[in-house]
């Protein structure tokens, strides 16, 4: 029986912390350590990425990949385009620098996905800290009565009580149209990539999970 995938999507050069997924954490490159939590679970984990010290690495720790283009503009549309071959309906992925979330937190989410199959799109989020009101690395988010993301901001507003994490889940024939679908402004200008998917009237169905420390976006997350 073929295991479930979870992608991993991963560039080297991140701008605010350059080759973060390939740091050593307590002696484990970050990347490696989210593959591991995967396999945890019973699922397998696929990289993707079109950066070669990536694929290098994938390999290196045997490691399933996917080659994809070199320049994306988000992780979402990273994945959409290696996915034609996969036979699944629910297209799972996971942010590289989600150090923190742990194989519960990943469990927890997919039976989730799994009891909610009328949906369309899920993400994970979390309540908010009174620390990460100030801080714009962190995506704050509004949720109605259904569960459903409303907004998304980076500056805090009253009402956005939630973080997101970064772990989605999507049917296949949403996230396969996902270049497609009409540019967000708001996406480019605040580089939160949820937001194509709200100004294209995608719904997305979100599950809060308390107490998730934030993703690593710079080397000062290490030290938190």
Same mark, same amino acid.
């Given at each position: 029986m073929k295991k479930e995938k979870i992608y991993i999507p991963a560039r080297y050069k991140s701008?605010? !912390?350059?080759?973060? #997924?390939? %740091?050593?954490?307590?002696?484990?490159?970050?990347?490696?350590?989210i593959a591991k939590k995967v396999e945890k679970i019973g699922f397998l984990p696929i990289i993707v990425t079109g950066d070669k010290i990536i694929i290098? !690495?994938?390999?290196?720790?045997?490691?399933?990949?996917l080659k994809s283009k070199s320049k994306h503009i988000s992780g979402m549309s990273r994945v959409s385009e290696v996915i034609k071959k996969n036979n699944s309906q629910i297209i799972y992925i996971l942010f590289g620098d989600e150090l923190f979330l742990?194989?519960?937190?990943? =469990? =927890? !989410?997919?039976?989730?996905?799994?009891?909610?199959?009328?949906?369309?799109?899920?993400?994970?989020?979390?309540?908010? %800290?009174?620390?990460?009101?100030?801080?714009l690395n962190v995506v704050k988010c509004a949720v109605n009565q259904k569960n459903e993301i409303i907004d998304f901001s980076r500056k805090y507003k009253k009402k956005y009580n939630y973080k997101c994490v970064g772990l989605f889940a999507f049917k296949k024939?949403?996230?396969? =149209?996902?270049?497609?679908?009409? =540019?967000? $402004?708001?996406? #480019?200008?605040? $580089?939160v990539e949820q937001f194509k998917l709200l100004e294209n009237n995608i719904k997305i169905n979100s599950l809060s999970i308390d107490h998730i420390q934030n993703s690593i976006n710079s080397k000062k997350d290490l030290e938190a």
């Open positions: 701008k605010r !912390f350059p080759g973060k #997924l390939l %740091k050593n954490i307590n002696g484990i490159p970050m990347l490696l350590s290098n !690495f994938a390999k290196k720790n045997k490691i399933s990949y742990s194989e519960k937190h990943i =469990k =927890k !989410f997919v039976e989730y996905v799994k009891r909610k199959k009328k949906n369309n799109c899920w993400h994970l989020l979390t309540k908010i %800290k009174e620390i990460d009101k100030n801080d024939d949403v996230l396969s =149209k996902y270049d497609k679908l009409n =540019k967000s $402004k708001k996406e #480019l200008i605040m $580089k």
